[in-house]
Structures are given as C-alpha cells and as structure tokens.
C-alpha cells in the first residue's frame, strides 16, 4: 500500500521528477489519480509526442528506449504479447526476427508502458499481465490513469506484487490560479490589447460567482478551457451556467465557425442549404457517438471513420472532409509498425458523453416504443451517469412534456445504482440527485423525481460541493434523519458555504460535517484552515439551532474549541500542541462524546505529554486516535508516554507519520508498549528507512504482546505488514469492541463511527502529502 502525493498546478513535465524531490526511489508503477477533465489523458499524450520527438524536455523521459501506449477503453488485448505484436510485428517481419527474439531484445531495453483510463476498462486481463511481467523486468516501468474512485480496486491489484510504486493525486487548477490559467490562453487567442483587457476583466468578475454556482467543476482545466472560448467569443455565460448550457454554447459557437469556414471555401452552396447539410451529418455523428459510447470505443475505429465518410460523401460534401472531420473530432497520428496513421478521437470524453446524450434526447422526442425502450435500457450503468445528467438538462430545456414521461425512469435508475452498491456510505452518496437538480436549474417535475427517490434515504452523504445549492432546495422539501458533508477538496469549498451552513441548521436533523484537511504546518495554530473551519464549525452550531452536530473532523485552533458542541459523539481534530490543553479543558463539556481523534505534529511532544494525562479521568471513550507527524527516535519514549496516558481500555490507534525513525528505535518503542502492558488495536508507522529482516522479526514477536495489526512503510513506497499471524484474521468489529454496530441510539439509518473513523484512516493512509 502506497502514500500518494497531492499536486494542484504542477508543471506536468515535472511528474516523473516527483520521485527525486520527495526523497524517494524511483518508483516501477506511477498511478496518476484524477477526475475527468484534469488531464490525465493529455499529460499520456504529451509524454508519447515528446518521446517521439526526442526534445529531451521532460526529465527522465530520455532514457526510455521503447514507449508503448494503450488506451484501456475498449481495448480487447489481454496480454502483453498482444501489445507487442500489435505495434511492433511490422518490424519483427521485416527484420527477419522471431517473436521470442524480439522480446528477449525489448527485455534488455529500458521500456516505459502507459496504461491510460484503468478505470474505464472492461476488464483487467492486460493490467495483470502486464505487472506480473513487470514483477520479472528490471527496466520496465508502467505508468497507469485512473480516477480516484477506481483506484481502491486498482491498489488491491497492485498490491500483489511487491513493486515500488507511487500514487500521484492531481486536484486540477486552484482557485487562486484559474485567473492566470484563462488569461494565457485569451493573450494567445485574442491579439487585440484592448479586447484582451476587456475580456479578463469580465473573466475577474465573474470567476468568484461560477466558483459558487459550480463548484469543484470549475478546477477542471477542461472547463476553464471552454469558458475562455466563450469569454473570448463574447459569449458571456451566466452566474448559474450549468455544464451542459457549457457544451450547448460551446457546440454552438464552434459549428458557426465551421460553417463560416464553409462558405468561404463552397461558393454553390447557400446558407440555408449548408446548415441543413452540417446538421444532418451532426445528428449522425451524435448516434455514432452514442454508439461507440455503448462499445467503449473512445478511439473510433477505421470502419467507424468509414461510415463517417460516407455520410460526408452522401451530404455532397467531400470537398471538406478533411475540414469537417477536423472540426469535430480530434484527429492524431499514431503508429502501426511503422506506418503513420491518422487515428479520430472525440477531442475530450465528456465531449463524446454530451454528444451522446443529444442523440439520446431525439430518440425520446422522434424514436419509436421500441426504440425509447431499448435506449432507455441502455443508459442503466454507472458510466452512464453524465449522459443521463446531460438528457435530463436538455429535456428539461427542451422537451419538457417529454420529460414529464420518461424523465422518472431515469432518476429512478440512480437510486437503483445506489442500491446496488457495497458499503455505507456508498449507498447514500447523494451527489447524483443535486446534480440532476441544478443541471435542470431546480425544474419542479425534476426536483419531484429527485425527492421522492431521496426520500427513501434516511441518510444522505454529500461529496461534492457543487450541489450544495441543490441540496438546500431538496431540503425544502424533505430532509433526512442525518445529513453527512464529507469534502475531500478544501479549495472546491465554496465561499458561501457558512449561509449553506446556517441553512442546514434550520431543519431537524443529525448533522456530521468531514472537512479536508492541509498537511501540519509547523505552527499549525496560525493556519488559514484552521481559521476557516473555526468558522464553518460556528455557522453550523449557532444559538437555538434544530439541527445536531455529533460528528465532527476538521482543523480548529483555540477559538474552535470553544464552540465545540455538547452533542458530539465523534470528533477528530488537527491542532497545534500549544492548544491541546484547551481542548481537554473543554472535553468534560462534550457530554456525549465517545470516538476521539487527534492530529498534530510532534513539537513539544514532552508538555502533550503532561496534558494528555487528564484523558484518563475525564473521559469513558469507545475508541481513541492518535496521529503524529515527524517523530524521531528522541520522541518515542513521550510517545510511549502518551498511549499509557490515554490507554483507558479503549481500543487505541498511533499512526506516526512522516516520521524518521531508525529501526533500532521502532523496536525499542515496542517494547515499552510491551513493558507498560498497553494493547493497541493498530500501530502504523510512516518513515524515511525501513526496519532490517532481523530488526522486523523483533518487531513482529513482540507486536504479539502489544498491538493487534502492525503495519510499516518507507514515505511514498510498499508497505510491510508485521501483524502478528495470530491476530491477522481477527474482524475488525472485534478489535473495535463491536463499535462498527452503533446505529446511533436505535436508528439503523446512522452513519457508524467506526464506519467514519475506517473511511478517515483509509483517506489519510492514501492521501497524505509530502511535507
């Protein structure tokens, strides 16, 4: 198990230097994490044309002597021969080389294969066969995309082979940045000074309010693209602009381009008669879209091309093919052998989802029962989510009676998929309904459906702040018995957010707020997270409220301590060692409180120590966290110190983090533990060196004494699982004392706190951040 590397704004041809500037070794596996629209895709593309090219721009990318690409979506190869025989059997031929020659040479060479969209893959045949190879091959290296809701399933593959890897998580581009990020592609597009000046002032105005409407969208550099072509066209878009109204304009605009393009080149052809012609073809586009949607087929294939052709040809337009099939689709040139050929491509996969959903839209408004039913159908899967969004946008907008007919069915389809899903808080993620709700801009027959499958759920988990306009218009109708806001991205928050909060607050409910966190700074007490989280934690317990705050984890310093509430029941927080006195001087008030979680760094580690202390008379917890970040060797007997302090019986968990620790001192921390009788129910330890064999066979004898799972690993790179093999099969419920059964006073519908405290560990284990 690896610990990935956040990065927001990075300079893509800087990440496969990443390695080298967080001390570590160079990684066999590079997995890039991001969501669509971040440039996962382009940054592959990238490395093959500038390895193709030879321009020796990106470091380290010049020592690779062979580069083989896949695109997984839709690829049927299986193995890593296929990939071989596929894109290099030309030069084996014609050379005269056998296959196992040719393989016995590509194994000598330093060889560099990139597996893009795992998580779009039908099937991991390739990806296994590919890592077990890799297991063997000293000089090959995979890199792998992926998107972060894949890659848990994506590390338990990994995870069977002991390979150095490394998990970079890309955010997309920072609030603070977007400006900057618009304004060098308006200088490049727009070469009039005073136009230039009059669209990025438009842009500074309007950046805060989309940031509101829109949420986390707005990092995507995908959308900030789109917005520029339309800021530059004098296309102003709204403060409520959805991202379908986006794609609509943007669709728009560019086939007025083309057409103007056209007439330019057509003289027989009149206005009327084009636009009719680029319709048609646009329409059939749109069902091959859809088509190769449903197959996969993001990269079209020659005969798809072909029909595409012919389409061109039947509309009498072959004059422009070239033209028209440049503009709508993303021409590249690859290699087969060593023929270059021209490969189609929509120009973005969320272009190739809107295309789709337009065709969808004129089988409900012009299809046949049969059609509308097969096509109905079809659009059931998960991957079908944007499609689905993006039709009921443009029903609502444009068939609004046929919306009224077809739309239930699906809405319905969410609340289905959810229900299929493993896990809690998986089964109550909610994001998909606000998204139907702003996308339709709160239509009243859409805001129905989304209700009445929402209302089925008794507890709702909001991810992404970009519906949280939504959400306060559902709650006008119904409510949930608790109400969870986990946000994983501290910058997608909105700057309303405190009115969303004070909002919330009106309603009777349970309400449980997750806030990402920053890495520790070494005075995290002057913070600016801990500053807005001090205030979000006030909007959302004012004077008089209805709603129960009982779950809390974010940053806080003294000022937040003080408007803890009463009614927690859990509560994980980052401050600075200076507040920890506070925080227990404050602690008997919390009447309810029973799962505590506390992170900070270890400065002043001795006087935690002495405060800690007052745990064991002021408290009768269930369970108790621990995370400390960059411990050394002289730390660890307060260390040892402070788990005996807050040791009450309770299940206890130690994370040490970014710690430098030698493997001399990691036993002797054990056996304090060992010598104080403390049973810790984890230990994990994060550090720059790796404890030696002999050291890791001490470690594990005495883990048998003191901790149940006991899990080590150097900063960036593959774990060592030193859990005693007695305790290795025990249930974590057991370890918990049965904690992850909690229903909150009798009601199912609660969020477990165990539950929240296994999802936390988890996000931290796979989400820390180089200091």
């Known amino acids: 198990q690896s610990m990935p590397t956040t990065i927001r704004n990075c300079d893509y041809s800087e990440i496969l230097m990443i390695p080298e500037k967080t001390h570590q070794r160079t990684p066999r596996i590079l997995t890039i994490n991001s969501s669509g629209g971040n440039g996962k895709t382009t940054y592959t593309r990238l490395l093959v044309c500038k390895w193709g090219k030879k321009t020796n721009s990106i470091p380290k990318l010049d020592d690779v002597d062979i580069l083989l690409f896949v695109e997984l979506r839709g690829d049927s190869n299986k193995t890593f021969d296929d990939i071989i025989k596929l894109r290099l059997y030309g030069v084996m031929t014609d050379v005269g080389l056998t296959f196992q020659k040719l393989k016995q040479i590509i194994q000598s060479l330093n060889v560099l294969v990139i597996l893009d969209g795992q998580d779009e893959s ?37 995870n069977r082979y002991n390979i150095p890897k490394l998990d970079l998580l890309i955010t997309g581009i920072a609030i603070e940045d977007q400006y900057k990020f618009i304004s060098n592609y308006v200088v490049v597009m727009e070469k009039d000074i005073h136009q230039q000046t009059e669209i990025l002032e438009s842009v500074n105005a309007a950046l805060p309010h989309l940031n509101d409407s829109m949420g986390e969208i707005m990092l995507s550099p995908l959308m900030l693209t789109l917005l520029t072509l339309l800021w530059v066209a004098g296309e102003m ?41 680029l319709t048609a073809f646009e329409d059939y586009l749109e069902e091959i879209a859809y088509q190769c949607f449903c ?30 099939l440049g503009h709508y689709l993303c021409p590249r040139k690859t290699r087969k052998d060593l023929e270059i050929q021209l490969q189609y491509s929509y120009r973005h996969l969320r272009m190739q989802e809107f295309a789709a959903s337009r065709y969808v839209c004129k089988i409900i408004f012009k299809g046949s029962n049969e059609e509308i039913t097969r096509i109905m159908s079809e659009i059931q899967d998960e991957r079908h989510s944007n499609i689905r969004t993006h039709t009921i946008a443009l029903l609502a907008e444009k068939y609004p009676q046929l919306l009224a007919k077809y739309g239930s069915s699906i809405v319905d389809c969410e609340k289905a998929i959810l229900d299929k899903k493993e896990g809690f808080y998986a089964k109550q993620n909610v994001d998909s309904f606000n998204r139907l709700v702003s996308e339709s801009h709160c239509n009243k027959a859409v805001l129905d459906m989304v209700t009445t499958n929402m209302a089925q759920m008794p507890a709702w988990v909001v991810y992404s702040p970009s519906g949280l306009s939504a959400l306060m218009v559902v709650l006008q109708q119904t409510h949930p018995e608790v109400l969870t806001l986990a946000f994983s991205d501290q910058t997608s928050v909105p700057t309303s957010f405190t009115d969303y909060l004070a909002n919330i607050t009106k309603y009777h409910l349970k309400f449980r707020l997750y806030l990402a966190d920053t890495p520790l700074e070494e005075d995290p007490s002057s913070s600016p997270t801990a500053a807005v989280h001090d205030a979000f934690l006030s909007a959302a317990t004012p004077p008089g409220c209805n709603a129960t705050l009982d779950m809390f984890r974010g940053r806080i310093s003294r000022t937040g301590i003080q408007q803890l509430p009463p009614s ?19 602690i008997p008030q919390i009447t309810q409180l029973k799962y505590l979680g506390i992170y900070m760094r270890c400065s002043n580690i001795e006087n935690v120590v002495v405060h800690l202390g007052k745990l ?19 730390d660890l007997p307060y260390i040892a110190t402070l788990v005996e302090q807050c040791f009450t019986g309770a299940p206890l968990e130690l994370w040490l983090w970014e710690a430098n620790i030698t493997g001399d001192g990691a036993v002797k921390f054990l056996q304090l533990l060992c010598n104080q009788h403390i049973k810790c129910k984890e230990i994990d330890i994060s550090s720059r060196q790796l404890p030696s064999k002999p050291q890791q066979e001490e470690m594990r004898t005495i883990a048998q004494s003191c901790v149940s799972h006991l899990l080590l690993w150097r900063c960036g790179e593959e774990s060592l699982d030193l859990t005693p093999s007695s305790s290795q099969d ?31 560990t988890s996000r931290r284990k796979k989400n820390c951040r180089i200091m």
Do not use: C, W
Request: hydrophobic share 40%; no cysteine.
């Open 616 to 634: 064991q008379t002021t408290l009768d917890l269930i369970n108790i966290d621990i995370a400390l970040y960059g411990a050394e060797d002289t």
């Open 122 to 158: 039908p099937q991991n045949d390739l990806l296994i066969n590919t890592l077990g190879l890799l297991s063997t091959q000293n000089k090959m290296r995979v890199i792998i995309t992926t998107r972060p809701g894949a890659s848990i399933a994506l590390n338990k593959i990994i």
């Open 568 to 586: 927690l029941f859990y509560l994980m927080v980052g401050l600075s060692s200076e507040d920890i006195q506070k925080l227990f001087l404050r």
């Open 730 to 760: 025990t249930q974590d419920d057991t370890a918990t004392g049965g904690a992850s059964s909690y229903s909150d006073h009798g009601q199912t519908s609660a969020i477990s706190p165990a539950s929240i405290s296994k999802k936390t």
């Open 237 to 277: 878009p709204d403060d409520s602009v959805t991202t379908t109204q986006i794609f609509m304009k943007v669709n728009k605009l560019l086939k007025g381009k083309l057409e103007s393009r056209l007439l330019l080149k057509l003289k027989t052809l009149s206005d009327v008669s084009l636009k009719a012609k």
């Open 295 to 324: 197959k996969k087929e993001s990269n079209f294939e020659d005969s798809t091309v072909d029909l595409l052709r012919n389409k061109i040809d039947i509309l009498e337009l072959s004059d422009v093919e070239l033209e028209i």
